[in-house]
């Protein structure tokens, strides 16, 4: 089939190779000039693990390209979808729909022949009335159907997550389209995939329902570690023991300092601003949206504890600034919030993540960057884990130790015991878990 994906970026990137990869034709069009003569040259934008050899494979099979003519890609199309930004709206925290919109605009003036436009971006209920509604005011004898197809993907595993995926879920209004995404999805279908074929709006909203309720599965857990903390309880014993339940399940249910990136924040809020508009609250996912803001600097907060109650003159290394592992995107990451009270607090931070260097730069700003986390370490009076990179899972102890000022680690991630990191002489500090502080003589 011959498939145009409208937008570049992340989802769209990674599905556009993805069909490729599945034998069909694929031109991934994006404004932005620079992206597209990137991606000629085979400069990959986003860090995916795996993404940079499968766009050359097929790249060089014929079947993926990348343009900036969005007339020519959509008129020789049998579908065409939309994968562009949604940004949280300044001002209202509504999900932005303009460039959806501009999109479907686009399409209409272009459009030959029965195609189907698929929005791909993560979009509120009722946005798939409105792009059908656009495309039949602006070209009244288009012919096409309008179908929702959320994607799933994690940053991180987004090829393995598209390509064996749990379901594929389809809204759709106009029965056509079935047999056309049927077919789009075929290696899929025949690997036995679940494809749910629902109504459009049903589908809008099952993406929106789904990361809401992660992410509040990760808040739950993080609250119940604080409780931990307070009664002396594992919280790490918890999340096993409830994650055995198989009504609960174990995934997402780890402590940590907040959930970020690009979509848990922005659709958690444009969910709950949704639900408004419809006088229909969601009073659960209000709450997950307030309690993750608020644990970011309290996580801040916690590690000023762990250095004694004053960083004011301190330096703490920071490990880890990207918002999980295996990416470089710092969207929303918890140590945006995280360095901003440790610097309001008076310290000097020092950071690194093994990815996110580059794009950590652009959004956090009076810190020192360096090229290890032994650099980081230098003369540190503390190091923060907030990242769980691979990387961080062994390090040398023995040499921190002789680099630090004063050796004390909190790690927000609890990715070591207490026991192995006290026998080097290290104050440790994690979350939801008993500890003693060495350093200061307290519980922390």
Known sequence: MHITMIGSGYVGLVSGVCFADFGHDVICVDKDERKIAALTRGEIP??????????????????????????????????????VGTPSRRGDGH???????????????????????????????????????????????????????????????????????????????????????????????LNQAPLLFTERRTSELIKYAANAFLAMKITFINEMADLCEKVGANVQEVSRGIGLDGRIGSKFLHAGPGYGGSCFPKDTIALAKTAQDYDSPVRLIEATVSINENRKRAMGRKVIAALGGEVRGKTIGVLGLTFKPNTDDMRDSPAISIIQTLLDAGAKVVGYDPEGMINAQKVITGIDYVEDAYDAAKDADGIVIVTEWNQFRALDFERLKTTMRVPVLVDLRNIYRREEIAKHGFAYVSVGRPAMDIAFGKGI
Do not use: Q, W
């Open 46 to 83: 986003i860090f995916e693990p795996g993404l940079n050899n499968l766009v050359s494979d097929n790249v060089r099979s014929g079947r993926l390209s990348f343009s900036t003519d969005v007339r020519e890609c959509v008129a020789k199309s049998d579908v065409v979808f939309i994968a």
């Open 95 to 189: 999900a932005d729909l303009s460039y959806v919109y501009a999109a479907a605009r686009e399409i209409a003036e272009h459009v030959k022949g029965f195609t189907v436009v698929v929005t791909k971006s993560t979009v509120p209920v009722g946005t798939g009335d409105e792009v059908e509604r656009i495309i039949r005011e602006a070209n009244p004898s288009a012919d096409v159907a309008v179908v929702s197809n959320p994607e799933f993907l994690r940053e991180g595993a987004a090829i393995e997550d598209f390509k064996r995926p749990d379901r594929i879920v389809i809204g759709l209004n106009d029965d056509r389209a079935r047999s056309v995404m049927t077919e789009v999805y075929r290696p899929l279908y």
